[in-house]
């Protein structure tokens, strides 16, 4: 039986604005993203018993698994493969999918819309289905809002409701001596949760959100300026999920006292990242937040 390999890369949000709700409850937001190499890595086989099955290959030992993660028919990469062989016509085939889990789970990192992008790309390659990006990318909206994204990745704009994007020059190839740190506290977050959060703040005290200038933010980085893209950096979700989570501050805090550029809380948190000029730095920050027990998945890596 043949199989197909993928990586599926997690990612950080430089900037991350909300500018309203449609009526159907999604938040319209403006995002920009970068892919980070973080990844999990998914192999899928044709199998001769029909049906989908999801195996976790690490699931004793590793960090990454603390948060309860279903393989169900709940889980995305099920979603994915079963919207595309329902599509094709072709329920009957059978699909057995490995998943090498590394990107922490309930993150900010997108990492289930990234084992979901992995998995349209895999079973369309392995399957031969004929699917264009495009196609995905509108087959993966219905699945998460970052799945568009995370079928693409790079740097990116986002809007929309995540569905909407445009392509930016390479922080990897512009920037090529920017180290990331990544450290993920030993809390989960609900995206969900947050944003319904950030919505009660709205209503409340609106008044005390600064939002994010996401456009000077495009503009620094397609002129190549390190420092506009870290001084434009901003996350609204990052206002309610440290209020809960005041670690949060505290890894900010410590990766800026060790020289960070800049340093916040990705997507809906509770992962934090911090952009480094120098990779000795990042690696003496990454001490530092181990030293304090601040996070127990810390990653030093690169843009990708």
Same mark, same amino acid.
């Given at each position: 039986?043949?199989?197909?390999? @993928?990586?599926? !890369?997690?990612?950080? =949000?430089?900037s991350?604005?909300?500018?309203?709700?449609? %009526?159907?409850? !999604?938040?319209?937001?403006?995002?920009?993203?970068?892919?980070? *190499?973080?990844y999990?890595?998914?192999?899928? $086989?044709?199998?001769?018993?029909?049906?989908? %099955?999801?195996?976790?290959?690490?699931?004793?030992?590793?960090?990454?698994?603390?948060?309860?993660?279903?393989?169900?028919?709940?889980?995305?990469?099920? $979603?994915?493969?079963?919207?595309?062989?329902? $599509?094709?016509?072709?329920?009957?085939?059978?699909? !057995?999918?490995?998943l *090498?889990?590394?990107?922490?789970?309930?993150?900010?990192?997108?990492?289930?819309?990234?084992?979901?992008?992995?998995?349209?790309?895999?079973? =369309?390659?392995?399957?031969?289905?004929?699917?264009?990006?495009?196609?995905?990318?509108?087959?993966?909206?219905?699945?998460?809002?970052?799945?568009?994204?995370?079928?693409?990745?790079?740097?990116?704009?986002?809007?929309?409701?995540?569905?909407?994007?445009?392509?930016?020059?390479?922080?990897?190839? =512009?920037?090529?001596?920017?180290?990331?740190?990544?450290?993920?506290?030993?809390?989960?977050?609900?995206?969900?949760?947050?944003?319904?959060?950030?919505?009660?703040?709205?209503e409340? *005290?609106?008044?005390?959100?600064?939002?994010p200038?996401?456009?000077?933010?495009?503009?620094?980085?397609?002129?190549q *300026?390190?420092?506009?893209?870290?001084g434009?950096?901003?996350?609204?979700?990052?206002?309610?999920?440290? @209020?809960?989570?005041?670690?949060?501050?505290?890894?900010?805090?410590?990766?800026?006292?060790?020289?960070?550029?800049?340093?916040?809380?990705?997507?809906?948190?509770?992962?934090?990242?911090?952009?480094?000029?120098?990779?000795?730095?990042a690696? =003496?920050?990454?001490? @530092?937040?181990?030293?304090?027990?601040?996070?127990?998945?810390?990653?030093?890596?690169?843009?990708?």
């Amino acid at each position: 039986m043949s199989e197909i390999i @993928e990586k599926a !890369y997690g990612k950080v =949000n430089l900037s991350l604005d909300i500018t309203g709700r449609r %009526e159907d409850g !999604y938040h319209l937001v403006r995002m920009v993203m970068q892919t980070l *190499d973080i990844y999990d890595t998914l192999t899928m $086989k044709e199998v001769n018993t029909p049906g989908i %099955e999801i195996e976790l290959l690490n699931a004793q030992g590793n960090a990454a698994n603390s948060g309860k993660l279903s393989l169900g028919q709940d889980n995305l990469i099920y $979603k994915a493969a079963h919207v595309l062989l329902e $599509k094709t016509g072709r329920l009957e085939q059978g699909l !057995y999918i490995t998943l *090498d889990k590394r990107i922490p789970i309930a993150a900010g990192m997108a990492g289930g819309s990234a084992d979901c992008a992995a998995t349209l790309r895999g079973v =369309n390659k392995l399957l031969s289905l004929g699917f264009s990006n495009e196609d995905l990318r509108e087959i993966g909206v219905t699945l998460g809002a970052d799945v568009p994204y995370c079928i693409e990745g790079g740097t990116a704009l986002s809007e929309g409701i995540g569905e909407v994007l445009t392509s930016l020059p390479s922080l990897a190839e =512009n920037f090529e001596d920017v180290t990331f740190l990544v450290a993920k506290p030993a809390v989960s977050v609900s995206t969900q949760q947050a944003y319904g959060q950030y919505d009660e703040l709205v209503e409340k *005290d609106v008044q005390s959100i600064c939002h994010p200038d996401v456009d000077k933010m495009v503009e620094a980085i397609k002129a190549q *300026d390190l420092s506009g893209v870290c001084g434009t950096m901003l996350n609204v979700l990052q206002y309610v999920t440290a @209020e809960r989570n005041p670690v949060i501050v505290d890894i900010v805090d410590t990766m800026m006292d060790a020289g960070a550029e800049n340093a916040m809380m990705s997507g809906s948190g509770p992962t934090v990242f911090g952009i480094f000029t120098e990779k000795v730095r990042a690696e =003496n920050a990454a001490r @530092e937040v181990a030293r304090g027990k601040l996070a127990n998945e810390i990653f030093v890596v690169k843009a990708i």
